[in-house]
């Protein structure tokens, strides 16, 4: 059986006995695609709503590809982080349908369309931020929102940002993404009513010191409704952003 979910509806149907879908639950909680490498844990969906997320980089070509071609076999959506143009080419070899997105390294293979709801705005300060603002919007994506991407609208030019504030301000969750001193955060939560998740960069000179000042900046803002991910993390700002948004969007 897929999941716990056919179980139960099997066991309403009387398909199955009590019995039979105590044991059923009981081996599909605890039988997992255990690996030499990894386990997969098939029951992240269940309890999070969104499914396992692969983070590429660091791990064998092969190995990529053992647990993607894993998803594979049940048909369950499966994005991959941070992998590499080497890791995709060999994944799209066994999964045809897999997708790549050079920009923000991700990989990705889709076998149950998901609908999108509601709308994430994801900005970024300048053109150097897009990549880790385009790990954020196909994160987003991937797990079912809308996304309207705004880039290069950093505070060195706030007339840029000012010209597209009332789009951002329709979306549900806004994602600003900036290096340097890492001020784009601040200065969009200061203009709208709704959450922002800032995400500093490693982009800048020798005193941006990796993204640490960009990181220090949003920190300390006094701007209120703003949250912030770790240096570089556009994933997890992507993530979060749409799980806001699909709450919102379903009320």
């Known amino acids: 059986m897929k999941d716990i979910k056919e179980i139960l509806v099997q066991l309403k149907q009387g398909n199955i006995t009590v019995e039979q879908a105590e044991k059923a639950i009981q081996n599909h909680t605890i039988t997992q695609n255990t690996m030499d490498f990894a386990t997969i844990d098939w029951e992240r969906a269940s309890r999070k709503d969104y499914g396992e997320v692969v983070f590429c980089n660091g791990k064998k070509t092969s190995h990529v590809v053992s647990i993607f071609e894993a998803f594979a076999e049940k048909k369950q959506n499966v994005l991959g982080t941070r992998a590499s143009a080497k890791q995709y080419f060999a994944i799209q070899k066994k999964i045809d349908i897999a997708e790549y997105n050079e920009t923000s390294q991700i990989v990705k293979a889709v076998f ?25 919007a196909q994160t987003a994506e991937f797990h079912g929102s809308n996304v309207i991407r705004i880039y290069d609208v950093g505070i060195a030019g706030i007339h840029r940002l000012l010209s597209r504030i009332d789009i951002i301000r329709s979306a549900n ?31 800048g000179y020798g005193t941006s010191f ?42």
């Open 112 to 136: 149950t369309p998901v609908e999108k709801k509601g709308l994430v705005a994801v900005c970024c300060a300048g053109t150097s931020d897009i990549p880790v603002a385009e790990e954020a």
């Open 173 to 203: 969750c806004i994602v600003a993404v900036a290096g340097m001193e890492g001020a784009l955060g601040s200065v969009i939560t200061g203009l709208v009513n709704k959450p922002v998740i800032a995400v500093p960069t490693s982009v």
């Open 210 to 251: 990796q993204g640490v000042s960009a990181l220090l900046t949003m920190l300390n803002s006094c701007a209120e409704g703003m949250a912030v991910v770790n240096i570089d993390n556009g994933f997890g700002a992507g993530y979060i952003a749409s799980q806001i948004n699909c709450l919102i969007s379903t009320k």
